[in-house]
């Protein structure tokens, strides 16, 4: 059974840092494309990061370079995002993303707010 679990979301303030996990099972995670997506009432859903396979390539929206890391550890089959210098626009819910078989998790709350 195909599972991705995110955890590591909450309330901190601007400027505070936070680091998501995804915990992938039933699946060869070490085989997928791994993203991190985040949705906010009324917007669009954005790509916020994403990394290859093996971990060698990653990219960011523009809105996060700088203050967002993505990695992997294919041998805990689990995906980080590290966020520093939070901004109250980076109040979402944080999915995490498998592609090609496009799997998704249920989702992480992370506010930012004072």
């Known amino acids: 059974q195909v599972q991705l679990v995110e955890s590591g979301g909450g309330l901190v303030q601007p400027g505070g840092s936070l680091r998501l996990s995804c915990a992938a099972s039933g699946f060869t995670f070490s085989s997928y494309t791994t993203s991190w997506y985040r949705r906010t009432p009324g917007k669009e859903r954005e790509l916020v990061a994403f990394?290859?396979?093996?971990?060698?390539?990653?990219n960011y929206a523009d809105s996060v370079k700088g203050r967002f890391t993505i990695s992997r550890d294919n041998a805990k089959n689990t995906v980080y995002l590290q966020m520093i210098g939070l901004k109250p626009e980076d109040t979402a819910v944080y999915y995490c993303?498998?592609?090609?078989?496009?799997?998704w998790g249920q989702g992480t709350q992370v506010t930012v707010s004072s």
């Open positions: 990394i290859s396979p093996g971990g060698g390539s990653t």
């Open positions: 993303v498998c592609r090609p078989r496009d799997y």
